[in-house]
């Protein structure tokens, strides 16, 4: 007898509409029947991907917005808090916020409750990422199911995951009758003619064009044959690309003059709908064209219905449709695809037996034989948990994640910003136009946008990155090769060529534009200034500059790893900033200046990635050591930050001012502990850059908080008769790359101990 009380359901469900938010639903209702109280006791934590959420029915106990770490932490603290038994995550990498969907791993940690994960994406060639989050999910998690055998062998030969720890249960099905009237035909008016069917979420990699090209030569033979393409385009595809996708598909079906024979049925259906389709269809085709696919929601509902099957060599498809349940043809082989349907559609015994095959296995995979297995396999886990405690639950210690950071607030960014770009300085909270327009504040700005987008996925966060970028467009001189820095209010460049910093910093920010692009034409614009100033950074001799670009260099090459002259470029500057040590440096004064000025923490942040990625021990341990040596100057005696100040800066001789502190300082000081904690997996770096936010919270040589989180500003600096009430651009911007800094750093879950 099942003790199982209390199960918790995670991942996508109705109404969103996707394949996991059907599997998850179609499962909890098949579970629901073996849980006592299942209104109370049977809960949904579903995952949003829009701002406003959806209509969830009474199950949906908790709403997670995919890209806002915290709720993932607010889950964890509601399952724990209503003492669920069992949690059931429904895992995809494309439905949790993070890289690669890491910050459901947040969640999972955090759960103190045994985790039975099903994987409905299993890869023989993951990412480090990738495979870094399934063998996390594994370690935390009592089971493992997956719905393809191939994909319990890649678990254990790719992953190496225990092969007792991997259970596999089919992907379940509706339970239906085999109907063999035409009454659906005839509501689709296509009484007589014979059907072929895909239906589905739209999107490239199913192989609909391969189908639609086919179509003439099935016309050939059979020429009362129809093609149905039955489903909405990806809501994903679809917010990014619009219906693009859909319209490339209307203009082949209509060049190949098949408007009579390929219908376009844009509906989303539901499970009684969906049945009739399937069931009034003479063959499911099924084209994907990735081999990887390791499972597929549609093809086991048509399997499962008792449909006859034309598939490409997908690993799912190959062992669903092993022993005549299906047709195998090579992908993309348009003939053979065409020459299978020809066949299939001229013998009807042939296809009759087809159909009885995939029914009668199918009735092993019903939803209320799959939940039966699914309950059982959660009593088990919790069962063991009671006896014996699973390990990693056993042994986790009360962790959490960074969480006590504030939100993001980009309200004073937005006041700060024009149709022009974004303005320089402000009076107070109000922007201050007298001084106008530098390219250096665009090219934060467009580091803050860019950031933003690549953790957030807000759509409303790219047109302030269309501005800036836009403004650097314009800064940029083709004639000189050279970005121009300052303009004024009523948009007159003040200048020909900026500094050489104001250069570099645009390679930086230009960089980190290519690298979090939310869509190709921003790429496009982003990469073709880059290389514009791409030539004259080596002729720049600025250390600084030098190091503005190697960050941005780095970040181009997370996209175009291959550029060999980016590659070239970028240990040229990298050696000249390290040579600068050997010049300058000595055991009491590690430092490549005789004066420790501003931006500093820039040139270690540039020494550590370069020297890790060329690589260069030496250059890299150079990073370090000064970075740490920055740290230990700027720690006043009750450990707090205490920035040097630009008053006179901190001197060889031994002199060092204290004020004017300025934010940015902060921000760098941040940004290289970030680097430094992703290179060395060392938590000093980490909570130094805890410590150092802290200094815009409080913990600063005043004791006075110097952002503004009402509004998203940040005041100009600590002087010493006080806060610089002031919230400009650069301070604001300073700010805001910290603190999405440190929720990155969330990102690839990132514990700290309490």
């Not at 990422?129 to 063998?135: A, F, G, L, S």
Request: charged content about 20%; some cysteine.
């Amino acid at each position: 007898m099942l003790k199982l009380k209390k199960v918790a359901v995670i991942g996508n469900y109705l109404p969103r509409r996707c394949g996991i938010a059907t599997f998850t639903t179609d499962l909890c209702d098949a579970i629901a029947g073996y849980i006592t109280d299942e209104e109370d006791n049977l809960a949904v934590v579903a995952m949003d991907d829009i701002e406003a959420g959806y209509d969830y029915p009474e199950r949906v106990k908790f709403q997670i917005s995919a890209n806002t770490p915290s709720d993932y932490l607010h889950a964890a603290d509601f399952l724990n808090l209503h003492k669920f038994d069992v949690s059931i995550l429904e895992h995809e990498f494309g439905i949790f916020g993070g890289s690669y969907g890491a910050h459901i791993l947040h969640l999972v940690k955090n759960l103190r409750m045994p985790v039975i994960t099903t994987l409905h994406t299993v890869l023989e060639h993951p990412t480090a990422e990738q495979r870094k989050i399934t063998c996390e999910l594994a370690s935390y998690s009592a089971s493992l199911v997956v719905m393809a055998h191939k994909a319990k062998s890649l678990l254990m030969d790719v992953y190496g995951v225990d092969e007792q720890k991997i259970v596999h249960i089919p992907h379940g099905i509706p339970d239906v009758k085999l109907d063999g009237s035409d009454t659906f035909r005839r509501q689709l008016g296509l009484e007589g003619r014979k059907i072929l069917l895909t239906f589905g979420l739209l999107g490239p990699g199913k192989g609909i064009e391969c189908m639609i090209n086919a179509m003439p030569a099935v016309l050939e033979q059979h020429p009362d044959a129809v093609f149905i393409i039955l489903g909405e385009t990806h809501p994903h595809i679809k917010k990014e690309h619009g219906d693009a996708y859909r319209q490339s598909l209307f203009r082949q079906v209509s060049d190949l003059g098949l408007k009579e024979h390929v219908l376009f049925h844009d509906r989303f259906v539901d499970i009684e709908t969906l049945t009739k389709y399937i069931t009034s269809t003479d063959i499911y085709v099924s084209a994907y064209l990735n081999r990887e696919q390791i499972v597929s929601g549609t093809l086991a509902y048509a399997m499962g219905l008792g449909a006859a099957i034309v598939a490409t060599p997908y690993w799912y498809a190959e062992e669903l449709l092993a022993d005549g349940r299906g047709v195998i043809t090579p992908f993309r082989d348009v003939e053979a695809m065409a020459k299978e349907i020809c066949v299939l559609l001229g013998d009807d015994k042939k296809r009759h037996a087809m159909c009885e095959k995939s029914y009668s296995m199918g009735r092993s995979m019903i939803w209320k034989k799959v939940g039966k297995q699914y309950t059982t396999l959660a009593d088990a886990a919790l069962k063991c948990t009671k006896d014996h405690p699973i390990a990693q639950i056993a042994e986790r210690r009360h962790v959490q994640i960074i969480h006590e950071l504030p939100e993001i607030n980009l309200s004073h960014l937005k006041i700060m910003t024009d149709d022009t770009g974004i303005l320089q300085h402000a009076k107070y909270s109000t922007p201050d136009r007298f001084h106008g327009y530098c390219v250096d504040d665009n090219a934060r700005a467009l580091i803050v946008a860019g950031m933003h987008y690549a953790l957030f996925k807000e759509q409303s966060v790219i047109p302030l990155m269309q501005t800036y970028l836009a403004f650097m467009h314009h800064a940029f001189n083709p004639e000189q090769k050279r970005f121009r820095n300052f303009m004024s209010y009523d948009r007159r460049w003040l200048e020909e060529t900026g500094s050489e910093d104001s250069h570099g910093r645009s390679m930086w920010a230009l960089g980190i534009a290519i690298k979090c692009a939310p869509n190709a034409s921003i790429r496009h614009l982003a990469t073709s200034l880059f290389l514009g100033g791409l030539p004259r950074l080596t002729s720049f001799t600025a250390p600084r500059t030098w190091a503005f670009a190697i960050l941005g260099l780095q970040a181009y090459m997370e996209v175009f790893g291959g550029d060999a002259n980016a590659r070239r470029i970028r240990q040229e500057l990298a050696e000249k900033l390290f040579a600068l040590f050997g010049q300058c440096a000595s055991e009491d004064w590690p430092w490549c200046e005789e004066t420790v000025t501003y931006a500093n923490a820039k040139i270690p942040h540039a020494l550590i990635l370069a020297g890790k990625w060329i690589p260069n021990r030496e250059m890299y341990q150079t990073g370090l050591d000064s970075l740490a040596w920055l740290l230990e100057k700027q720690t006043s005696p009750e450990g707090h930050l205490s920035i040097i100040g630009n008053a006179d800066w901190h001197h060889r001789t031994g002199y060092s001012a204290t004020f004017d502190q300025q934010p940015i300082e902060a921000a760098c000081l941040i940004e290289a502990c970030i680097a430094a904690f992703r290179s060395t997996g060392e938590m000093k770096w980490l909570d130094q850059a805890k410590r150092n936010l802290g200094w815009f919270l409080g913990k600063n040589d005043l004791h006075k908080q110097v952002c503004k989180l009402d509004t998203g500003g940040c005041c100009d600096g600590i002087e010493a008769i006080g806060i610089n009430a002031n919230q400009g651009a650069e301070s604001t911007l300073s700010w805001l790359i910290s603190l999405l800094t440190m929720y990155d750093i969330m990102g690839d879950d990132i514990l700290v101990e309490r």
